[in-house]
């Protein structure tokens, strides 16, 4: 097995179980003129996204790490009618990418993208009383995961799911000699996860059109 090989079993499942969709293509086509590196989730981990959301019944989602909105297009429309996202983006170029493919997806009515770095945001909805979310996918700086978990702990409620993207890192994190930042912040993001008796995690690994990784999969308990 090998990659060629991975992205064939990608591709295969997107074509049967997704086919061609104008605002997701569309999404990707105008986040690469943009100049936006491809390091969103592929289309079967973008549905993947959505069907957890919906599995939840998730009426509020907090996504932290917008890039060109193509998660957010996929979890957006795994909420009701009057369902929201809040997006957090810390590039305003990307930002305004994401905006346009939001507006042409017809979700510009469900997804807020607010900019700015992305403590500074958690901390403002923290200090103004946001309601909590149903559903949070961190995407984002991987180092920073352990503040972003203190911060949505305090956005969420017994029954949020949280979703970390990453977190394998091409089975980096089981390295005890690897101590890049983003590595060591994941581990601190696990160690975390298991000293809160609240949580409730796994983590499944993926191989890819994205490479080896993997997501953590946690729900906070009362």
Same mark, same amino acid.
């Given at each position: 097995m090998n990659e060629q090989t991975w992205h064939a079993v990608d591709d295969w499942f997107s074509d049967r179980l997704i086919g061609a969709d104008e605002a997701l293509d569309g999404a990707l086509a105008a986040s690469a003129q943009a100049g936006l590196r491809a390091i969103n989730v592929a289309p079967n981990q973008g549905k993947f996204l959505h069907l957890l959301a919906?599995?939840?019944?998730?009426?509020?989602?907090?996504? @932290?790490?917008?890039?060109?909105?193509?998660?957010?297009?996929?979890? =957006?429309?795994?909420?009701?009618? #009057?369902?929201?996202l809040v997006s957090l983006e810390f590039s305003p170029e990307n930002a305004a990418v994401a905006r346009a493919n939001l507006a042409r997806a017809g979700l510009s009515d469900k997804v807020t993208v607010v900019t700015g770095l992305a403590l500074d945001s958690l901390d403002a909805m923290v200090s103004d009383g946001t309601p909590p979310f149903d559903f949070v996918f961190i995407d984002a700086d991987k180092r920073s995961n352990p503040q972003y978990l203190e911060r949505v702990l305090k956005l969420a409620r017994p029954g949020?799911? @949280?979703?970390?993207?990453?977190?394998?890192?091409?089975?980096?994190? =089981?390295?005890?000699?690897?101590? #890049?930042?983003?590595?060591?912040?994941?581990?601190?993001?696990?160690d975390r996860l298991t000293q809160d008796a609240r949580l409730d995690t796994t983590a499944v690994q993926t191989v890819g059109s994205k490479g080896w990784d993997g997501f953590a999969i946690t729900v906070v308990g009362g």
């Amino acid at each position: 097995m090998n990659e060629q090989t991975w992205h064939a079993v990608d591709d295969w499942f997107s074509d049967r179980l997704i086919g061609a969709d104008e605002a997701l293509d569309g999404a990707l086509a105008a986040s690469a003129q943009a100049g936006l590196r491809a390091i969103n989730v592929a289309p079967n981990q973008g549905k993947f996204l959505h069907l957890l959301a919906r599995i939840q019944g998730a009426r509020r989602i907090l996504e @932290i790490g917008t890039l060109g909105g193509y998660s957010a297009i996929w979890l =957006a429309r795994a909420l009701p009618e #009057d369902g929201t996202l809040v997006s957090l983006e810390f590039s305003p170029e990307n930002a305004a990418v994401a905006r346009a493919n939001l507006a042409r997806a017809g979700l510009s009515d469900k997804v807020t993208v607010v900019t700015g770095l992305a403590l500074d945001s958690l901390d403002a909805m923290v200090s103004d009383g946001t309601p909590p979310f149903d559903f949070v996918f961190i995407d984002a700086d991987k180092r920073s995961n352990p503040q972003y978990l203190e911060r949505v702990l305090k956005l969420a409620r017994p029954g949020t799911v @949280i979703v970390a993207d990453n977190v394998v890192r091409s089975g980096r994190i =089981a390295d005890p000699n690897d101590h #890049d930042a983003d590595v060591v912040g994941l581990r601190d993001y696990f160690d975390r996860l298991t000293q809160d008796a609240r949580l409730d995690t796994t983590a499944v690994q993926t191989v890819g059109s994205k490479g080896w990784d993997g997501f953590a999969i946690t729900v906070v308990g009362g």
